[in-house]
């Protein structure tokens, strides 16, 4: 059985940092594309970043580019965004997904497509005050 399970989230000042991770219970992890979605109260899900199978291609929606980074280890089961420089506007509930990458070694132009993914994971609340 699939799990997701995020960590890492909670509350900091603008321009603090947090580092989220999503442990995935996944038969080869490194065979699926990962991605970071977030929302926030009565916004619809966003795709934040994206990060392909090995690792070499990552993908981020412009508002977080410069300020959050993907990365995954496949050793570990395990992804992980760092977000620097918050700000309130990065409030959210944050939710990991996972993707077959069909031998793919990109997520493709859909990344941040929530309907792209199959596996979710139940989310880890950030909120950033001013």
């Known amino acids: 059985q699939v799990r997701l399970v995020e960590s890492g989230g909670g509350s900091v000042q603008a321009g603090g940092s947090l580092r989220l991770s999503c442990a995935a219970s996944?038969?080869?992890?490194?065979?699926?594309?990962m991605g970071w979605f977030r929302q926030a109260p009565g916004k619809e899900r966003e795709g934040i970043a994206a990060v392909s199978t090995s690792g070499s291609f990552t993908y981020y929606t412009d508002s977080v580019k410069g300020r959050f980074t993907i990365s995954r280890d496949n050793a570990k089961n395990t992804m992980y965004l760092q977000m620097n420089s918050l700000k309130p506007g990065d409030t959210a509930m944050y939710s990991c997904a996972a993707r077959s990458s069909f031998g793919s070694n990109g997520c493709g132009r859909a990344w941040s497509a929530p309907e792209q993914y199959t596996y979710w994971g139940q989310g880890t609340q950030v909120t950033v005050s001013s």
């Open positions: 996944i038969d080869t992890y490194s065979n699926y594309c």
